[in-house]
């Protein structure tokens, strides 16, 4: 049985990288006594798979992991013997079973997520960008320099801003996600800054993910849903 975890990353458990919360959440599954499915063969591990690694020193209410499992119980249990195995700023929000015909992987379902970006005291952006943001999207196109290990190019990423608009003080974002188009926000942040003339301080960001999105509809024509309601609860 495939189940998929949503937990939290907050507090100073956002300075772990990805390699590092693997590790640390295959210790607590075992120290929970879950009945984690392992692979077969003469290295056995465990049948587990993240949804979209998150950044070091980035936190987020929305992270996901799939694994299998050998015996089934109910979602309420799992999450309450998980949780307390939980260091502060990680908690399991849900466990939920993934009917078999919304059992792809994870990583590949991931197509969007939403973020909160706010400016670290002193670093913000000139007065009066508040009122640009629309100006900013209402451009026929948002061209930057996407570096990659072997050269440089010109992309077009107004498409995958999904939205962009204002949070309190803080930019509220929905952008393309995944394996296909993914843009993190601190492009965007950069892409913003130059369109005002001006560029971000370095470590001016404080970036929150909020939620991550499946696509059940069409690449130009995006019908998104979170990861966790691909599931349901085991009773």
Same mark, same amino acid.
Request: glycine residues 6%; negative net charge.
């Given at each position: 049985?495939? /189940?998929?975890? =949503?937990?939290?990353?907050?507090?100073?458990?956002?300075?772990?990288?990805?390699?590092?919360?693997?590790?640390?959440?295959?210790?607590?599954?075992?120290?929970?006594?879950?009945?984690?499915?392992?692979?077969?063969?003469?290295?056995?591990?465990?049948?587990?798979?993240?949804?979209?690694?998150?950044?070091?020193?980035?936190?987020?209410?929305?992270?996901?992991?799939?694994?299998?499992?050998?015996?089934?119980?109910?979602?309420?249990?799992?999450?309450?013997?998980?949780?307390?195995?939980?260091?502060?700023? /990680?908690?399991?929000?849900?466990?939920?079973?993934?009917?078999?015909? %919304?059992?792809?992987?994870?990583?590949?379902? /991931?197509?969007?997520?939403?973020?909160?970006?706010?400016?670290?005291?002193? =670093?913000?952006?000139?007065?009066?960008?508040?009122?640009?943001?629309?100006?900013?999207?209402?451009?026929?196109?948002?061209?930057?320099?996407?570096?990659?290990? %072997?050269? *440089? %190019? *010109?992309?077009?990423?107004?498409?995958?801003?999904?939205?962009?608009?204002?949070?309190? *003080?803080?930019?509220?974002?929905?952008?393309?996600?995944?394996?296909?188009?993914?843009?993190?926000?601190?492009?965007?942040?950069?892409?913003?800054?130059?369109?005002?003339?001006?560029?971000?301080?370095?470590?001016?960001?404080? /970036?929150?993910?909020?939620?991550?999105?499946?696509?059940?509809?069409?690449?130009?024509?995006?019908?998104?849903?979170?990861?966790?309601?691909?599931?349901?609860?085991?009773?």
């Amino acid at each position: 049985m495939k /189940v998929r975890v =949503k937990f939290t990353k907050n507090g100073p458990v956002k300075f772990i990288g990805h390699l590092d919360t693997l590790r640390y959440f295959q210790k607590a599954i075992r120290r929970a006594e879950i009945p984690v499915a392992y692979s077969e063969g003469y290295s056995p591990h465990m049948i587990m798979s993240f949804a979209a690694p998150l950044g070091v020193g980035i936190t987020s209410d929305g992270e996901y992991f799939d694994m299998e499992l050998t015996e089934e119980e109910s979602s309420r249990e799992l999450v309450r013997r998980l949780n307390a195995q939980m260091a502060d700023g /990680v908690t399991i929000c849900s466990i939920r079973r993934i009917p078999e015909e %919304k059992a792809a992987n994870a990583m590949a379902l /991931v197509a969007a997520a939403d973020y909160l970006v706010s400016f670290r005291q002193g =670093k913000e952006l000139p007065e009066g960008w508040q009122e640009r943001i629309t100006d900013f999207l209402s451009q026929d196109s948002i061209v930057i320099m996407k570096k990659t290990k %072997k050269s *440089e %190019k *010109e992309i077009d990423i107004l498409p995958w801003i999904f939205d962009m608009h204002l949070e309190g *003080e803080s930019i509220f974002l929905k952008l393309s996600s995944g394996s296909v188009h993914n843009l993190k926000p601190e492009l965007v942040l950069d892409a913003f800054a130059a369109y005002l003339n001006t560029q971000l301080q370095p470590f001016s960001l404080l /970036v929150h993910r909020m939620e991550v999105y499946a696509n059940q509809g069409e690449e130009t024509a995006p019908s998104l849903i979170t990861l966790e309601n691909l599931g349901e609860d085991i009773e």
